[in-house]
């Protein structure tokens, strides 16, 4: 593969800075005969990947392996290993010059390092990367008719251009969250990341931070709903927590109840989704807020399907985390994520405290942020149109018989929740997920679908995946127990006119009517 997705597929232009800052400074981890390297941004990131890597080797019997942080500086290259500088000498930095980390490692061990990768959002982006390569004078000078970046050409206007960008998004961001009843969220609760999985992480880090558990006592959090795989994984295998499930249904909270009650379970957070993907289940907020007050825990929702732009959730819980790498971008080509924090949370001020402490280490590429800015001018107007759009889609698979299922906010089981909390204007959002009569008509339905093909979702586009088989192809049962079958297609849909669409679906759905044999993915 020459491209992929940024978090599930390292960028080649990561990798080209990886090596060269190994083979610049003759980096090597001992009995190994190959080493890699992790780049991110910060030492305190560079600590965690080292850890995950080695406990990594201890569980594959490999032993105790002895992994130096590097300290990479723009100037020189690597200034030192296992120091706690975090900046170079304290000195004043012009943007994108600040230093970042390399973690290297055993190239049998990419596996590890790739899954810290993916989990976190950790590792910079690839115009960081890129900048890096084509400027960093201990790589190599950049040719004299290159153009100057504008970075080097003026980088306190770029700085200060930053900036106002990063303010424009946070008022973006907290108007969104600001509901009608007199619930406003503070721009200075707003706290940005260059990945949506990075403010989730530092939203569970910050949970942490509360009681600052160890080993022996770690936070408990339970998952409402069969959520995104990512922020499973990065809760039960990078900070960690000790985890609990929760199925979808009516009858869970009851039980979740009966065990906080009994002291069986005791919860440092709960982490939802509004509505979860891929199943598009709304979650009574309500109840799980009143049950978070009562027994004093954290309540995470994560709104990225349902977007501010449709739903006001903030006053229902304690911390709101927002992808904006998906709809609120939609442009495909810049990943950022929003850690807002609700002005009624009793943790506001702990959780904030904690945030604030860490924003730094998470720092997004000014190129970044003023993509992101650009992008997001437009956003309720685009999750409005995707919005109407996927009701037609829906419409347009309801009424076939190959379909078995259509996973949609409206219509469901849980539609009066939603609805609850849906604005004036709002519609059910641009995501659903299908599931057919019989897994060859699945197949067939996905391969005769003339749209792009992707894990992602909230792009302008129209997008396609087969969902379980990317997200969980290494458990697939586990999945299914859940209702997450193997041949479910999940479809974002973009902006496309409903003339475009209707031609697609409809060629698609006529191939899948007409196949018998099986087939699988």
């Known amino acids: ?23 610049a400074h003759v980096l090597k981890v001992p009995t190994s005969t190959s080493t890699l390297a992790l780049v991110v941004a910060s030492r305190h990131h560079a600590e965690l ?9 201890k569980k594959l019997g490999l032993g105790d392996i002895s992994i130096d942080l590097a300290r990479v500086v723009w100037e020189t290259g690597i200034a030192d290993t296992n120091s706690h500088n975090d900046s170079s000498d304290g000195k004043a930095v012009q943007p994108g010059r600040e230093d970042i980390y390399a973690v290297p490692y055993p190239g049998e061990l990419f596996p590890a390092a790739k899954a810290f990768w993916q989990h976190t959002g950790y590792g910079i982006s690839s115009r960081r990367a890129t900048f890096w390569v084509e400027n960093a004078p201990f790589l190599s000078p950049p040719p004299a008719q290159q153009p100057v970046h504008p970075l080097l050409l003026d980088p306190e206007a770029v700085k200060n251009k930053t900036n106002i960008a990063k303010s ?16 406003t969220a503070n721009v200075n609760d707003v706290f940005l990341y260059p990945a949506g999985m990075t403010a989730i992480t530092e939203a569970a880090a910050a949970i942490q931070a509360l009681r600052r558990p160890d080993r022996s006592s770690p936070c408990v959090a339970a998952f409402f709903g069969f959520l995104y795989v990512d922020t499973y994984k990065v809760l039960t295998t990078v900070l960690p927590y000790t985890t609990t499930l929760l199925t979808f249904s009516p009858s869970e909270i009851p039980t979740l109840e009966a065990a906080l009650a009994a002291g069986t379970l005791q919860l440092d957070a709960l982490f939802t989704e509004f509505p979860g993907n891929p199943l598009l289940q709304s979650p009574d907020l309500a109840r799980l807020h009143a049950l978070a007050r009562k027994y004093k825990f954290v309540l995470v929702v994560d709104d990225t399907v349902g977007t501010a732009a449709n739903l006001h959730l903030l006053s229902s819980c304690d911390v709101m985390c927002t992808s904006l790498t998906k709809m609120f971008s939609g442009a495909c080509n810049v990943m950022g994520g929003a850690v807002t924090l609700s002005p009624t949370s009793p943790f506001k001020g702990g959780l904030g405290k904690a945030l604030g402490e860490r924003v730094g280490e998470c720092r997004w590429f000014e190129e970044d942020v003023l993509v992101m800015e650009e992008n997001s001018r437009d956003f309720v107007e685009r999750v409005r149109r995707a919005s109407a759009n996927a009701e037609k889609v829906v419409d347009m698979l309801l009424g076939h018989p190959a379909v078995a299922e259509v996973y949609y906010p409206e219509g469901s089981a849980s539609q009066d929740v939603y609805d609850r909390f849906r604005v004036e204007g709002g519609g059910y959002g641009f995501l659903l997920s299908v599931r057919f009569t019989t ?10 679908l003339d749209v792009a093909k992707g894990p992602s979702l909230g792009t302008n586009f129209t ?8 997200a969980h192809p290494k458990e697939l049962e586990w999945a299914a127990e859940y209702g997450v079958v193997e041949d479910l297609v999940r479809i974002s849909v973009g902006l496309e006119e409903e003339a475009w669409l209707r031609k697609r679906l409809g060629k698609a759905l006529r191939v899948a009517g007409g196949v018998h044999q099986v087939r699988r993915f």
């Not at 992929?4 to 083979?23: Q, T």
């Open 1 to 23: 593969m020459l491209v992929g997705y940024p978090r599930f597929f390292i960028p080649r232009v990561v990798d080209k800075l990886a090596a060269s800052i190994v083979s």
């Open 49 to 57: 990947g080292r850890e995950f890597i080695v406990d990594h080797a």
């Open 168 to 183: 424009e998004i946070r008022k973006r961001v907290a108007s969104g969250m600001s509901a009608a009843d007199g619930i």
């Open 439 to 448: 897994p060859a008509k699945a197949v067939a339905f996905y391969d005769a």
């Open 463 to 470: 997008l396609c995946c087969a969902y379980t088989l990317l």
